[in-house]
């Protein structure tokens, strides 16, 4: 079993498998999620003289390293925060993660990090050729609630900014990074669902 | 300029994208969308360590108009030097004028980002950022704005003040005494 990032080359694609691309990413990033987390687990020990099968074929990719990372530096802000929040928002913000991290990562950004809002969002900040976004998800769903607010910054000039689902939000991004044209920001002022 | 409640400069800033903390833009009591700053220039930086006393806070942390006479605060009754606070720097220019639109449906709101003069009786270089509509200013009291509005402007305002804060500052200007000083 070797997980590798998948290609996201979605350019050729139709709207709909373009869509059907970014949930299978979605699916196999949280899949892949558990995966880490159970190889980190500590399930195999020094102690143990027969390694777990998954020891023995999967390898951490420099993506996955990103996730832990992240992972952790979710779990260390919440420790800061927790007095702030309900205790089960944690868990919500994770699963939020699991939705939002993998498809962020599979941009291959530059830079990323991920930081706690007191919005009950986890606020994504991705450099990448000199093109700073800010991915801001919002993990409450509620009826009629936009999901992602989407900012985009390029030398200091905002150039994108619109709110849309979690799907949407991440194609608008992804099609902004293929190099597609982008509506102007005064006729673009919402995603399109 | 902004104070935080920073301590060590690597907390002020994200390791790897070098933008400020958003937990340090604002604290959960307080209200991104009407954000406090203070001008720098003839207040300097070293007076972000003055702290009010519970004394001070209910004789002086009101808003007040920029001529009303206020008797100075005396020092350890009114307020205290309290440590060194760590802070960030933005330029008025680069966030006055900013836009938010948000359109969904019928429900449709354009807001522009507004850094106004708000003197307190502490301090009269005490300055908001907040958010106008055609129907004026935003009112910074959350629960007046629909949700969905609310949870879009901070979102805005958080990325905006993310992408212009900066932990430090050259050489600025000090307003001229003739835009503040009556004759």
Not at chain 1, 25 to 32: D, F
Not at chain 1, 108 to 128: H, V
Not at chain 1, 150 to 161: A, E, G, M, R
């Amino acid at each position: 079993m070797k997980l590798q990032n998948l290609d996201t080359s979605t350019r050729v694609l139709d709207d709909s498998s373009r869509m059907a691309l970014i949930k299978c990413i979605a699916t196999l990033g949280s899949y892949r999620a558990d995966v880490i987390q159970l190889y980190n687990s500590n399930l195999h020990t020094s102690n143990s003289n027969k390694k777990p099968y998954y020891e023995e074929t999967y390898e951490l990719t420099e993506v996955d390293k990103k996730y832990i990372h992240i992972e952790k530096s979710l779990k260390k802000q919440w420790q800061e925060l927790r007095s702030f929040y309900e205790s089960d928002v944690y868990d919500l913000l994770k699963n939020g993660m699991k939705q939002s991290l993998p498809l962020l990562l599979d941009l291959n950004p530059n830079k990323i990090s991920l930081q706690i809002s007191y919005d009950k969002s986890i606020f994504y900040t991705i450099i990448k050729n000199g093109i700073t976004i800010y991915f801001d998800h919002f993990i409450q769903i509620e009826e009629d609630m936009d999901e992602v607010v989407v900012n985009v910054y390029k030398n200091k000039q905002k150039i994108f900014s619109g709110s849309s689902s979690l799907e949407n939000s991440y194609q608008k991004v992804q099609e902004f990074y293929l190099g597609e044209t982008l509506p102007s920001f005064i006729s673009n002022d919402e995603l399109s669902q | 300029m902004r104070s935080t409640n920073a301590i060590l400069a690597e907390d002020l800033v994200d390791a790897e994208t070098k933008k400020i903390h958003i937990r340090h833009i604002c604290s959960p009591s307080e209200n991104i969308i009407d954000l406090s700053i203070i001008l720098l220039g003839v207040f300097e930086r070293s007076y972000l360590n003055i702290k009010l006393t519970p004394k001070g806070i209910g004789d002086y942390n009101h808003y007040c108009e920029p001529d009303e006479d206020v008797v100075i605060p005396i020092l350890n009754e009114d307020y205290v030097i309290a440590d060194n606070k760590l802070c960030f720097f933005i330029k008025i220019g680069e966030i006055n004028g900013q836009r938010v639109h948000y359109k969904k449906g019928d429900d449709t709101f354009t807001a522009i980002c507004e850094v106004m003069h708000t003197p307190m009786r502490w301090n009269y270089w005490h300055f908001s950022i907040r958010w106008k509509t055609d129907e004026g200013i935003i009112p910074y009291e959350k629960d007046l704005l629909k949700k969905k509005w609310v949870q879009r402007l901070s979102s805005d305002s958080r990325s905006l003040i993310s992408e212009f804060a900066v932990i430090e500052t050259k050489e600025y200007d000090i307003i001229n005494q003739e835009c503040y000083m009556k004759n």
